[in-house]
């Protein structure tokens, strides 16, 4: 099993910035670290989960979702297995429970080819 813990969220102003981290766990997570693709989708209210971004084991590898590039920073430790995301330059529209997500092997970037979900922590953004 893999287990993922989000931190971070809360509320700010828009132009504001948060910090999101993800720390992973579990034995499937340690017995194939190299392989897992560590990400953050987010989901508003009313609608669907969305993908914002995804970043390699190695961290050579990244990609985010074009509402959020040039605003948002993917990045990863592995030492303490941990992925985090950097959120600029907020919006009141990014407002979301933002959820953490592990692909195996996938660079994935929809909600079905993601293996394990965190908890998810709220962000919401004031106008």
């Known amino acids: 099993q893999v287990q993922l813990v989000e931190s971070g969220g809360g509320l700010v102003q828009a132009g504001g910035s948060l910090r999101l981290s993800c720390a992973a766990s579990?034995?499937?997570?340690?017995?194939?670290?190299?392989?897992?693709?560590l990400g953050w989708f987010r989901q508003a209210p009313g609608l669907e989960r969305e993908f914002v971004s995804i970043?390699?084991?190695?961290?050579?590898?990244?990609y985010y979702a074009d509402s959020v590039k040039g605003r948002f920073t993917i990045s990863r430790d592995n030492a303490k297995n941990t992925v985090y995301l950097q959120i600029n330059s907020l919006k009141p529209e990014d407002t979301a429970v933002y959820y953490c997500?592990?692909?195996?092997?996938?660079?994935?970037?929809?909600?079905?080819?993601?293996?394990?979900w965190g908890q998810g922590t709220q962000v919401t953004v004031s106008s």
């Open positions: 970043i390699s084991w190695s961290g050579g590898a990244t």
């Open positions: 579990g034995r499937t997570f340690s017995n194939y670290a190299m392989g897992w693709f």
């Open positions: 997500a592990a692909a195996r092997g996938v660079f994935a970037t929809t909600r079905h080819t993601v293996d394990y």
